[in-house]
């Protein structure tokens, strides 16, 4: 095997191409200084990276000998492998003794250049691994993520090493296409010497699209590209060169960064000073956490750092949005509204989400908003040549490009029916397409949720199939049925793994019942988006709900981001919001929401409780907590929570509505009677009327949140007047609706009226 393993490594150093040395064995430490000293006599000198967990006793001893190789070993924390993204080393090993994360190996690979060495170690890829410990449910687990990641391990070629005591060796006998050199354009907007910084002719071209940016009106540049491509790097060289175009013309500049963490975002930060260095631009730069750049500042321009929240309240002149797919279409939607110019840079596979859905969502909302928008795609791989096999393995073994089957063109004849999990992982096009279904429907989805799908006893999966071809796809978890002691430990603060509907609404609603209840969370639900709009997922839902009923179930229910489409789909199935999470979630900008849909009577009550607790919870606390939240999700959970309440509004606070629809108060004057209306209102679920919908967001976000008139009018796309206009109507219907009070009432009150 060795003897082989040379032979490849010589030809991955002439191609540039990379090689897989993949290791599980019990000799685990022979094989591995085996291979590396093969390396090493073949690349002295070599950059190494070894990627681990500090706590792993057995892996400290194995750095020591590999380190004993390689002085100049580089150590990379799992937990912080984010930080070294923009990183690359001639080898890596990923040493996976005590702990298996597919998460890990997807983020990893490709630090390695052509020529190099990828290097996966373990003993045994299921024994004593501490991620599976999160699956096991009642002391079992399965294997069939790590079976057919086995089995993708010894198809695929530029493949070493051992398993189990069986030694391979496939070297690679495919083409690969060298990485062109860059070309710079003869016509050229940005300045030469930005474009000698590209490295491929792809780079070269999307640096160009940036000139799209300087153009009047509201207007979206879309980068797209596989991980690798470098489109983090492009970023910084473009907003180096909108700089220069307009320090020419003697304006400054000022640019909001965002992405899920300052990490993510730094990269672009790097290149952007290398941008301006090489233009001959002075800046000073700020570093935050980790050494990455937060801020670069000169005369007349800034660029900076912040969190997505915090850019729906900013203003700039330009925001850039990193990998824009893993932060999630609500904040998006919310970005367009406030910002005239944006480009978004996502990744179109990668374990950070599926980039072809956010951008299927992406066009359509762009089309629906009639904003000019430009697409720049860059498919050439900047580390190793185009065809490296150890990518193509990657995206095999880690289902990074899972695609649906084609739809079929007749509904007639589709089948529901549950899957055997051992069939499926062993039956490669259904997998993809049944996996591809729920990511393109679901664009936040990592190599983990792979496995946990398929080595969770507590997961079930459904699919529905047009004969071979899957165009909807479930997958379900069960929960609760806990034991009192688990019962106390989640009341005293403890999480627990496995059960998150339980865990949250024993928390937040102080109820026992939420943990002895036995219930399915849909972990995902999706259909193709071809065939969308056909009720094929509510007839999912129906479907999963009366298996769950036969079968003793005492609820349903689903937990998600809070994005306004995703909500009226639970709300419009009969689901009803119980739980929204007192905090945004960092990375993604959205509120988690929970939704549960009842089938025991005991699970009745308990979750009318819920929902009367998440609606006061919100009304109370909207204009504080939950200030950040979307106005059109807001409104949705409080009309969805069903919850009600009878609610006395003093006939002093009615009198002052009716002075402002008369215009003789102002609505600062009245603030206080409209707030007491639009709370009566918002706890009345037994009216049989209703507001519009954007009366219904324009009181959310102007009388609950509290926010100011320019904040609200951009969060409704309006003016200041038609947002006044659109509270003036819906106090009128309130006032009519409730006291038989109109515009010509006479106002005033005397003291025998109160």
Sequence with gaps: MIEKLKEGLEDGRRRFYRNLLYIESEDYEKYLLEGLSAFRDLNPGASVAYAYHPWSERSKALISKVRDLFPELTLIDYLESEKFLGYTFDAIVIDSLDNFEPNFVGRLVDLVRGGGLVTIVTDDLTRDKKYRQSIIRNGVIESHYEERFRRKVREHQAVFGVIKGEEMAKPFEGVVKPTPGPRIPEKRFMPIELHKLCMTPDQNATLEAFRFLVGTGRRVLAVTAARGRGKSAVTGLALAGLLKDRLEREKGFSVAITSPSLLGAS???????????????????????????????????????????????DEADLLVVDEAAAIGMNYIEQALSSWRKVVLVTTVHGYEGSGKTFLRYLAKLLKERKIAVKWAEMGTPLRYALGDPVEKWLYDALLLDAEPGEPPKSLDFLVYQSLDKAELFSDDALLRQVYGVMVTAHYRNNPNDLMIMGDGVHHQLKALLAGNTAVGAVQASEEGGLPKEMVDFALLGGTFDGDLIPDRLIKHTRLREFGEMRGLRVVRIAVVQELQGHGLGSAMLEMLYEEAKEKGYDWVGSAFMGEPRVLKFWIKNGFVPVHVAPKRNEKLGDYPVVVMKPISERAKRAVSVAAEVLKEKLINVIHDVYFSMSPEVARLLLVGARAHREVNVPKVFVDKVLAFIKGVSPYESSADGIHALVVKYFWDAKREWSLSEEEEIALVAKVLQGRPWR??????????????????????????KYYGITRESPTGLTLDDL
Excluded: H
């Design 711 to 736: 904040f609200s009018s951009s969060t409704l796309g309006s003016t200041r007047l038609e947002l006044t206009q659109l509270i003036y109507d819906a106090m009128e219907k309130m006032l009519e």
């Design 267 to 313: 990269q672009v930060m790097e290149f952007l000073t290398r941008g301006l260095e090489a233009l001959g631009v002075k800046f000073r730069v700020r570093r935050g956490a980790n050494n990455a750049i937060s801020s670069v500042r000169g005369d007349n321009f800034r660029f900076y750092w912040e969190p997505p929240e915090t850019t729906l309240e």
